[in-house]
């Protein structure tokens, strides 16, 4: 088990808009969130759907594909891997954050 690694992959549409952001330090980063859904039947035998949300975050070149093709309900393939921080908000309140750095994008279909 010793080539396991922090790796996630996900096929979801695109929840919102991205936010795409110019640092001052010149690069750009990415902001997006993604919904993935899982089905089931319960044990009455009705189907069941489950929807995720995951907030993604690309960087550079990445983000440039995504403020050029990706807009809000494109389904999209990622590859990435999970980063978790954490930040004080305005009210000096500890927060923390899981999301995932992309590294691969694919564009899929079309928007709903």
Not at 40 to 58: F, I, M, R
């Amino acid at each position: 088990m010793s080539t396991l690694r922090n790796k996630v992959q996900l096929i979801g549409n695109i929840g919102q808009e991205p936010v795409i952001t110019m640092l001052e330090s010149g690069k750009k980063v990415a902001r997006l969130s993604l919904a993935t859904n899982e089905s089931y039947k319960n044990s009455d035998g009705e189907k069941q759907t489950n929807t995720y949300w995951h907030t993604l975050v690309a960087w550079g070149k990445t983000a440039d594909i995504i403020e050029k093709y990706v807009d809000k309900g494109k389904e999209i393939a990622i590859e990435g891997k999970l980063n978790s921080r954490s930040y004080d908000d305005k009210e000096g309140n500890k927060r923390y954050v899981t999301e995932v750095v992309i590294s691969e994008l694919l564009l899929l279909g079309n928007k709903n």
